[in-house]
T-cell receptor, first 112, second 114 residues
């Protein structure tokens, strides 16, 4: 079993809908949680960074962490076709700048 | 501010050959991490360099090695290439380990081993 599980999708939504993404993990030592967006054949781009449990909002993006359930989520409001990409969750036990353990990524398609 | 850059963009090698990939860190970052991303999968941590020394290593064999230079740039070397080494190799830079800074990724080098 992988340390971080993520539904591969694809997740198809109409433009303007809310995109809901999540990851589950097994390592209770993870404290730093990140979401990256990756366009085809490009490097991952950092979207959100959260330390420990709680919610964080940045524009159209909201990240939630529930350490008791070992479950993290990313919500994208008012989705746009430009949001079509693969979304990767990543976690670290020691620091955001140290070894990251990634999920397999969820492919999202926002249809105009 | 200059972002993370990697070279070459892509290359093709034959099984058994050796390859060197290069990375320049983002301005102000002195820590570099390397990841391997197979097609359709998430990146896997290879190792990290800080102050020109290896600072953590993932589950990769010794034929994967690296260097970091005084200007914080880094190289990833892979010897005795195998078909399964075909992947996107990503470099990420960050501020010193434990400082709380996030990792920022370069565009990657796509390696194909035939």
């Amino acid at each position: 079993q992988k340390e971080v599980e993520q539904d591969p999708g694809p997740l198809s939504v109409p433009e303007g809908a809310i995109v809901s993404l999540n990851c589950t993990y097994s390592n209770s030592a993870f404290q730093y949680f990140m979401w990256y967006r990756q366009y085809s054949r490009k490097g991952p781009e950092l979207l959100m960074y959260t330390y420990s449990s709680g919610n964080k909002e940045d524009g159209r993006f909201t990240a939630q962490v529930d350490k008791s359930s070992k479950y993290i989520s990313l919500f994208i409001r008012d989705s746009q076709p430009s949001d079509s990409a693969t979304y990767l969750c990543a976690m670290s036990a020691t620091a955001a700048g140290n070894k990251l353990t990634f999920g397999g990524g969820t492919r999202v398609l926002v249809k105009p | 501010e200059t972002g993370v850059t990697q070279s070459p963009t892509h290359l093709i090698k034959t099984r058994g050959q050796q390859v060197t990939l290069r990375c320049s860190s983002q301005s102000g970052h002195n820590t570099v991490s390397w990841y391997q991303q197979a097609l359709g999968q998430g990146p896997q941590f290879i190792f990290q360099y800080y102050r020109e020394e290896e600072n953590g290593r993932g589950n990769f064999p010794p034929r994967f090695s690296g260097l970091q230079f005084p200007n914080y740039s880094s190289e990833l070397n892979v010897n005795a290439l195998e078909l399964d080494d075909s992947a996107l190799y990503l470099c990420a830079s960050s501020s010193p380990p434990g400082s709380g800074g996030e990792q920022y990724f370069g565009p990657g080098t796509r390696l194909t081993v035939t």
